[in-house]
């Protein structure tokens, strides 16, 4: 019995290729017109002023800065809805904002990537955002998030926090050292 063999030509797929595939069929966001929206339809927010990618970039930005793994990127997309509504409102904040998001994604491209949002691997914006943690873009939109993203109180169940305690006699003697996830 004879056996024959077809050879197929050998298909070529480069670590780049194979990146943005998957990051393409993992990505969590949709960007349309004039919103940003959860692949899964979960969540949507209307953009005013900015692009929605301009809003992506923001989001993923908040997600590096702090990141937590049991945060959805509704809760990051909420935490820079305030920027996107400054915008709206002063045009020199808007610039200040677009020209930092131009900056963030040329020093992906610099890097090897399509933009800031594009880059797959978090070690690698995180190295992106070192780079740039003194511009006074990074500290508005870090500063921002510090009330932006942990004064929601889907934030606080998330972390454990039951909220404000001067209302029912003060934290000391209702469980001031119940914290479990410190």
């Not at 820079?80 to 963030?104: Q, R």
């Not at 990074?138 to 929601?152: A, E, S, W």
Request: hydrophobic share 40%; charged share 25%; aromatic share 10%.
């Amino acid at each position: 019995m004879t056996q024959h063999v077809v050879s197929m030509p050998a298909r070529t797929i480069t670590r780049r290729d194979l990146l943005k595939k998957s990051i393409a069929v993992s990505a969590s966001m949709v960007i349309g017109s004039g919103y940003l929206a959860s692949s899964n339809a979960a969540w949507a927010m209307e953009v005013k002023a900015l692009s929605p990618d301009s809003m992506a970039t923001l989001v993923q930005m908040a997600r590096d800065i702090y990141p937590h793994d049991r945060f959805g990127d509704e809760l990051y997309a909420s935490a820079v809805k305030s920027h996107d509504d400054k915008a709206a409102e002063d045009p020199e904040y808007k610039k200040m904002l677009e020209v930092g998001i131009t900056v963030l994604n040329n020093l992906a491209k610099n890097r090897g990537h399509d933009s800031y949002v594009d880059t797959g691997w978090e070690a690698d914006r995180l190295v992106i955002l070192k780079s740039m943690e003194t511009n006074d873009f990074f500290q508005t939109i870090r500063g921002g998030l510090v009330v932006g993203l942990y004064n929601q109180k889907s934030v606080w169940e998330k972390l454990g926090y039951e909220g404000a305690s001067f209302d029912k006699g003060g934290y000391l003697n209702r469980g001031f050292d119940d914290i479990n996830w410190l």
